[in-house]
């Protein structure tokens, strides 16, 4: 009898491409794909180019999903369309609002399994944190969507359908007969820090990002994207050669001994190794520096000496900090660091010559801040539990 293999992230990734009437879902598919899709349901395949192209801006650009308002197609190629295809998002289920503006989605992908994409509106622009998994394999100590087991990775569609769906709900699709670029710009810059490791879902994440980054499309700049991991190191080179946004490496520790504890992938991949890799990075330059995330652990990762021992490890690399003081949710195992430590801390690296903004926390009162995202029918279900043995 031969062994069972181990199941890897690839079978966690469900693609269903035909739902059950037989249609594909168009949202989430590269221009390539796309073409190859049009011209296989019966599009001339000298005119598979054009029509992709078409198709393409109407749902990317101008946010349709009717193919009967794609005027610019021919009434019987939009009934060949509808019989083949949908363009479809996934649900919003529910939505909060926070005091600060914050808008946290709780959204249903196929499957019925729920994530949490959070805006974050600030002066000067519009910041979507996205999800790139149900759940997460890293348990990280201080992180809420860590309690979370992994369910499954999300698809190309699931992931930038996030991005379409808050575009809908901030009304930021172009008017009819205007430019976009006239449009105000409410979402400006994605965030790849919502549930889930992101390099853990690679090939979906890239794909959805090129939709995002495309120009004749969303268009968003590579440097408004930031992608966020906790240090799959093997991947992180392919980030800058096969995505090209920014890099971010949630940190939060000098040692080894108390990363180990806080992100335990560090037990994989320690320090030294992640260091290393971040130095070899393809896109490293003082123009487009490396963010470290450092969440600020009263007694745990914030004396001095951590500021000292940070300093001295990201030596000759490019690089900002950012300190993000620690978002308490029921049942966390840490406190967050007093604001003068924080300020201390942050004094330190600035001193030493890093950027060293504090993050002000957003989105506390809806759970929507950095660290706190768990989908919330996860979190009744849990309570239901929890209750069933007393009122037995």
């Known amino acids: 009898m031969t062994a069972t293999a181990p199941i890897t992230q690839d079978v966690l990734t469900l693609p269903r491409k035909l739902r059950e009437d037989g249609k594909m879902n168009l949202v989430g598919l590269t221009r390539p794909a796309l073409q190859e899709a049009l011209v296989a349901a019966g599009t001339p395949e000298r005119q598979g180019k054009m029509r992709m192209n078409q198709v393409w801006q109407w749902i990317y650009q101008k946010g349709v999903r009717d193919f009967d308002l794609m005027t610019n197609l021919a009434k019987p190629y939009r009934t060949l369309l509808a019989e083949n295809f949908v363009v479809e998002v996934p649900e919003i289920v529910s939505k909060q609002v926070s005091d600060d503006g914050t808008r946290k989605y709780l959204v249903r992908i196929a499957g019925g399994h729920e994530v949490e994409t959070v805006y974050i509106p600030e002066e000067d622009r519009g910041t979507l944190c996205v999800s790139s998994q149900v759940g997460c394999t890293l348990t990280c100590s201080f992180c809420h969507t860590g309690t979370q087991k992994l369910v499954r990775n999300l698809t190309p569609g699931e992931i930038v359908g996030q991005i379409l769906l808050a575009r809908d709900d901030l009304g930021e699709w172009p008017e009819p007969g205007r430019n976009p670029k006239d449009e105000t710009r409410l979402l400006s810059n994605i ?31 590579r440097r408004r994207i930031t992608l966020s991991t906790s240090g799959v190191v093997p991947e992180i080179a392919r980030t800058a050669e096969e995505i090209g946004c920014m890099l971010a490496i949630s940190f939060h520790a000098t040692t080894d001994e108390v990363r180990d504890r806080l992100v335990p992938i560090n037990k994989k991949w320690n320090i030294a190794e992640l260091l290393d890799s971040l130095r070899a990075y393809p896109k490293l330059s003082n123009s487009e520096r490396i963010t470290f995330e450092y969440v600020m652990l009263q007694g745990v990762n914030d004396s001095d000496e951590d500021a000292r021992r940070l300093i001295k490890l990201i030596e000759g690399i490019p690089a900002k900090i950012n300190l993000i003081p620690f978002n308490e949710w029921p049942g966390a195992p840490y406190k967050r660091s007093s604001n003068n430590r924080i300020r201390a801390f942050a004094d330190i690296i600035y001193k030493a010559g890093y950027a060293s903004p504090i993050r002000t926390p957003r989105g506390e009162d809806i759970m929507a801040a950095c660290g706190q995202l768990k989908s919330a029918s996860e979190r009744a279900r849990n309570a239901r539990r929890a209750e069933k043995p007393a009122a037995e």
């Open 191 to 221: 965030v790849l820090m919502g549930m889930g490791e992101p390099l853990y879902n690679f090939e979906a994440v890239r794909d959805a990002m090129k939709i995002a980054m495309d120009p004749e499309g969303i268009s968003l700049s």
